[in-house]
């Protein structure tokens, strides 16, 4: 089932690092596969994307997703 965020992409300094995307209700979301496009602290991006079927992880932070679209907001 396909989702669509908006959001701010955040990095976060946690173990080896990783970016992340917290939406406007605070919500937390951890992309998998995050475009190095969108890999810019403080960008305002609007995805869609779907819950990632292995979620387990070593990062106790969000929810795991894999994006099939994006774009930033401008």
């Known amino acids: 089932m396909l989702m669509t965020i908006t959001g701010t992409v955040r990095y976060q300094d946690l173990g080896m690092g990783f970016w992340g995307i917290i939406d406007h209700s605070g ?37 795991a997703i894999e994006i099939t679209d994006y774009q930033p907001v401008s």
Do not use: F, Y
Not at 27 to 43: I, T
């Open 27 to 63: 919500q937390q979301w951890r992309p998998l596969n995050l475009p190095s496009a969108l890999q810019k602290e403080g960008l305002e991006v609007h995805i869609t994307a779907k819950k990632a079927k292995d979620q387990m992880s070593s990062v106790m932070w969000g929810t």
